[in-house]
Structure formats: C-alpha cells, structure tokens
C-alpha cells in the first residue's frame, strides 16, 4: 500500500472552514441572480443548456379523504343527493384535483345502482359529469312534497338534538318559513315534552338563540342526572279484586314459631292479565291453540253462544230459559257514619231546661234566642241594645230584643240570677251563646 492511501483523515482547521462557507454563499447569490435573470448567461458555472426540455413529473400530496364524503347509492332523496354532489365538488375544488381525480374519486363514493350509471354514461369532462348527475338524481321537490317531508321529521329516539334542529331547519328553508313559524315546527318535533315547554317559555329572536337553550336544557338535564340517578322501577304484581263468592275456599298458612298455629284468609283472585308466572302457556279461546290470543287467531271466528244454554242463535240477554247463574253475594263493609265532636258545643241549662249551647270567647255576654227565652219562662224586659262586631264600632251589628236573668248552669258550674240578652232567632247558630262572662 502506497503512503497516501495510510495517511490518517484529518479534521479541516478553523480558517478552512471560514473560506469554505464564504464560497458556498457566493455560489447561492451567484444561483439566485441566474434564476431572477433566466436569458442572462452566468460564469463560472458548469450549467450546460439544452434545446430539449427536460420532462416534468406531476407529484402531488393527497389527503385521507376516505372518509370525508358517504357512499352514494342512487336510492337517496334528491336534497341527500344534492348534498352529496356538492361535497364531492367542494373537496376536488379544494384540492385542486386534475379533472381525471375528480372522476376517479366520484366512482369511488359511488356503489350499486349509482355506481352502474357511472360506468355506462364513461364520462371524460368533470363538468359534464357534474351536470348529468344533477339532472339524474338532483330533481326540484314539489311544494307538498316539501310540507309533507316537514310534518313527517321529528325527533328519532336518541337522535342527538343538534342533528335534529339542522336537519329540520334545512326543511325549514327549503320553504323559506319566517323565524317565528321556523321555531314552531322545531318544537313541535321535539320527543321530550319537558324540553318543548322549557324552550317555549324563552324569547328568541334568531336561530343561535333557539339552539342554545335547547342546548342548555340539555345541560341541566345531564347535570341533574348525575346528582339523581333514573332507578328503573320494578313492576309489581297488582291484585284485581272481585266480589265475595259464597262459600269461598279458604287458604291455610301454617306459621313455624315456638307454637305452630294455622292462619285462615281467603285466597287472593289475581289477575293472569296484569300478573302472569314464568312458564304459563298462552291459550287461544277461539281454537284452543296454544302460542296465541283469540284476537290474533288466523281460524275463522267461532259463533258467539249463550252462556246460559249453550244455543248460537241468541245472546244471554235474550235468552227465554231462566238464568242459571248462582246468585253473587256482595260483602259491603257497614260504615259507621259519625260526627265530629265539637268541644265548643255544651248542653246549657237555663232555669233547669236544657238548650244547646255554644262557647263563644270573643262574645261578652251570653245571648239567648227569643224562643228559648220564652220556653225557659224567662220574663223579658224589653230593650233595644245595640251589638258591635271586631272590627266595626260604628254600625250595630244586630240589636237586641230586651234583657232578662236566669240561673245558667255549663258543665255543672252554675251562674245564679245571670245577666241574660234576648236576640232574635235568625242572629245566633244556637239556643244559646256563652260569653266570656
């Protein structure tokens, strides 16, 4: 081996590596000045041109848009294709996409009957293409056809409120409906009761506003939920009840204590409509089948009979034979009728003959009817003494008929010789009023 060839590499020195960078920026300066002057020819430079031009590649960085846009069948209704047509547009007119992607891409999204048309039209213009798919599938939407697709689309079970309000709004413009009617039909749509009425109940003036409060309803509905959980209720057996039978059977309970004992109670009637145990056979009363009602039964229907004699001609109502029916004996609880007692009601003894009588603590004197006065034998002195009520002190509320005295005995107390009023029938409830006195 030569000496050059074991000569070890050396690393370049400090002013090597200055006169090398100021080289390569006069190299660059010399590459933008040719380029600014293309027909200007530059020196020092190996550049060699050629009358033939050299072939340019096309590269190009497309996007995943796989996803971006559905498949079309052809079986869509004509705003969904309109829909689709446009999308499809809008990503090859934001790509920049050679009219031949365009087409590439449209057969790509398209499937089944869609995807046939394609392929037998064999389109070679983007444009051309576009204009027969509108004619084809893209069809103007008569008016009752538009009102009809509007009264139809409500809220889908667990459809999110948000896809509901724009696809319905889209229905909404496509009539060009004011705002105020626009806001009826999405409320009218809506599949919770609660949330119509809340956001009825607002005021708003736009779309935005519509849509945030059924978005914030939403909200407070979430946030109740977490705090009070929704706990499935459990259905219970309900008991129908049906009159008593004579003669009943009766159902024995035996009870394992320290003593057994046996319990008899009437067996309870349950309903098998509301409460029917695991494992029972479902029986047609029409063909005795099994698996089935007689409601939904495919036989022919048999002829109704008499449940009194078994004939097909007549009804029970209109059956000549006596009834043979056993007679139902209806339990009927007695109900024991009573009034309440009122502690303010005494028996009142005036000279030793009884009246009703009723405590009054507002009243300052004990007042008698004129018929209980005369049968009392009180002797009755004629005059008028007028009588106020709480709250008015200038207008009498009634005057009295005259005064008398009498021994007035309540709950065994007796008042000797009493300072009795006499007032007509009409103005006390009873016989007599005790006062306060």
Known sequence: MSDKDNKEPRAPTYIELYNLVNSLRDEIVTLRQSSAAPNSSVSNTSVTNTDKPAASIDYRLLPDVSDSVSEFIGHETSTVADDWVTSVEGMASVNAWPERYCLQYMRSKMTGAARNWFISEQFNDWNIALQRFRSTFVTESRLTDKWHDLDNRIQNKDEPTVDYFYSKLALCKALSLPFSEVRDHLLEGLRSQEQSDWVASRTHSNVSELLADFRDWER???????????????????????????????????????????????????????????????????????????????????????????????????????????????????LAFTTSRNPFSKPVLINDRQFTGLIDTGCSSVLVRESAARTGGLVIQSRSTPLYTVGDVQLPRVNTVGEASADVTVDGVVASDHFILVVADCEIPVDVLIGRT
Request: proline letters at 13%.
């Open 220 to 334: 407070r509905r979430d946030r109740r939920r977490l705090h009070f959980p929704s706990v499935p209720q459990q259905a219970s057996a309900r008991t129908n009840v049906r009159p008593a039978v004579p003669h009943a059977p009766a159902t024995t309970t035996k009870v394992s204590d320290s003593k057994a004992s046996t319990i008899e109670s009437p067996a309870p009637v349950t309903n098998p409509k509301l409460s029917r145990p695991p494992g029972t056979v479902i029986q047609c009363y029409n063909c005795r089948g099994q698996g089935h009602i007689s409601r939904d039964c495919p036989k022919p229907q048999r002829p109704k009979k008499c449940t009194n004699c078994a004939s097909s001609e007549h009804r029970r109502a209109h059956c000549p034979l006596p009834s043979s029916r056993v007679n139902l004996a209806m339990r009927v609880d007695e």
